[in-house]
T-cell receptor
Framework: NAGVTQTPKFQVLKTGQSMTLQCAQD?????MYWYRQDPGMGLRLIYYSASEGTTDKGEVPNGYNVSRLNKREFSLRLESAAPSQTSVYFC??????????FGDGTRLSIL | TQLLEQSPQFLSIQEGENLTVYCNSS?????LQWYRQEPGEGPVLLVT?????EVKKLKRLTFQFGDARKDSSLHITAAQPGDTGLYLCAGNDYKLSFGAGTTVTVRA
């Protein structure tokens, strides 16, 4: 998706390893979001950042940390990966009440 | 617990048939959005509905927002194989709350 870039696209980790998922946007939006998507559960909000310098917990924050590095970048860190964190992770951006634009996702498998 | 309930979970129809997907909640939202997601990609916004009772049309797709702004429906007329995908509704209360989605398969 134009404007929201996620890296990496795929990753396999062993239980206990750490990992940082990167998200960058060139849309100049204030708000950035991290979701995870699991079969039958839709998208669940992990953390969000309403503006540069602020972060807040979403619905499922346990096991994750985030950093809003600047207006463009919002990273998601797994300090000690667990198999339950196997999922597809999406970064999204929103300006005010404007619709969210999503990246193409990071597919993460934890063995 | 899902804030938004979508039904049905799966839908498989023949090309040319009509279909309706429902999105229901006990909460009131300032707006509601519908997305379509294809395999390997992020969700793509189809429409935003804001006013209770609002009806929006996007070619063969008709979206309706309930009078009480708690529910919505998506109706596709004369479905085509290109309509295949995962349809997600999301309620907007500053941050989006998503339903679990409806997987639609249109057979040629």
């Amino acid at each position: 998706n134009a404007g929201v870039t996620q890296t990496p696209k795929f990753q396999v980790l062993k239980t206990g390893q750490s990992m940082t998922l990167q998200c960058a946007q060139d849309m100049n939006h204030n708000s950035m979001y991290w979701y995870r998507q699991d079969p039958g559960m839709g998208l669940r909000l992990i953390y969000y950042s309403a503006s540069e310098g602020t972060t807040d917990k979403g619905e499922v924050p346990n096991g994750y940390n985030v950093s809003r590095l600047n207006k463009r970048e919002f990273s998601l860190r797994l300090e000690s990966a667990a198999p339950s964190q196997t999922s597809v992770y999406f970064c999204a951006v929103m300006r005010g009440r404007q619709p969210q634009h999503f990246g193409d996702g990071t597919r993460l498998s934890i063995l | 617990t899902q804030l938004l309930e979508q039904s049905p979970q799966f839908l498989s129809i023949q090309e040319g048939e009509n279909l309706t997907v429902y999105c229901n909640s006990s909460s009131v939202f300032s707006s509601l959005q519908w997305y379509r997601q294809e395999p390997g990609e992020g969700p793509v916004l189809l429409v935003t509905v804001v006013t209770g009772g609002e009806v929006k049309k996007l070619k063969r797709l008709t979206f309706q927002f309930g009078d009480a702004r708690k529910d919505s429906s998506l109706h596709i007329t004369a479905a085509q194989p290109g309509d295949t995908g995962l349809y997600l509704c999301a309620g907007n209360d500053y941050k989006l709350s998503f339903g679990a989605g409806t997987t639609v398969t249109v057979r040629a």
